[in-house]
């Protein structure tokens, strides 16, 4: 059965490519776990397009500090996900759709894949 994953980051992974999909846990206190929780790594999978060897991941994935920075200053991210965030699962699908669409209100680019089960 396909399933629908959708990232609030551009990952134009063509049809026909083997992904690889690594979600994270929620491992904050059961306390803390309510409000605001987007900017958290667990609501964004990491995609790897092993047919190109190109990874893609949220700016969460890769730093610990806020979403810094600016258009004009390369930022010098890690190619690999931080090692202290707990994965939940690791699953491979292929690439049967994908759709980017620019949203204007949030100055990015967020993506929407089918993928078949790899």
Same mark, same amino acid.
């Given at each position: 059965?396909?399933?629908?994953?959708? +990232?609030?980051?551009? $990952?134009?992974?063509?049809?026909?490519?083997?992904?690889? +999909?690594?979600? @994270?846990?929620?491992?904050?206190?059961? &306390? &803390?776990?309510r409000g605001f929780d987007m900017s958290e790594a667990f609501r964004h999978p990491v995609? @790897?397009?092993?047919?190109?060897?190109?990874?893609?991941?949220? =700016?969460? =994935?890769?730093?610990?500090?806020?979403?810094?920075?600016?258009? @004009?200053?390369? #930022?010098?991210?890690? #190619?690999?996900?931080?090692?202290?965030?707990? +994965?939940? $699962?690791?699953?491979?699908?292929? #690439? +049967?759709?994908?759709?980017?669409?620019?949203?204007?209100?949030?100055?990015?680019? =967020?993506?929407?894949?089918?993928?078949?089960?790899?």
């Amino acid at each position: 059965m396909n399933r629908t994953i959708a +990232v609030n980051y551009p $990952a134009p992974i063509p049809v026909g490519h083997v992904v690889e +999909v690594t979600e @994270f846990a929620d491992t904050r206190p059961e &306390k &803390k776990r309510r409000g605001f929780d987007m900017s958290e790594a667990f609501r964004h999978p990491v995609l @790897f397009d092993r047919t190109t060897g190109i990874r893609y991941m949220n =700016h969460v =994935h890769s730093s610990t500090g806020g979403n810094g920075g600016n258009t @004009f200053t390369p #930022v010098l991210y890690p #190619v690999l996900p931080r090692p202290d965030l707990a +994965v939940s $699962a690791v699953w491979l699908g292929t #690439v +049967v759709a994908c759709a980017l669409v620019m949203n204007e209100g949030l100055n990015g680019q =967020h993506t929407t894949l089918v993928l078949a089960p790899a």
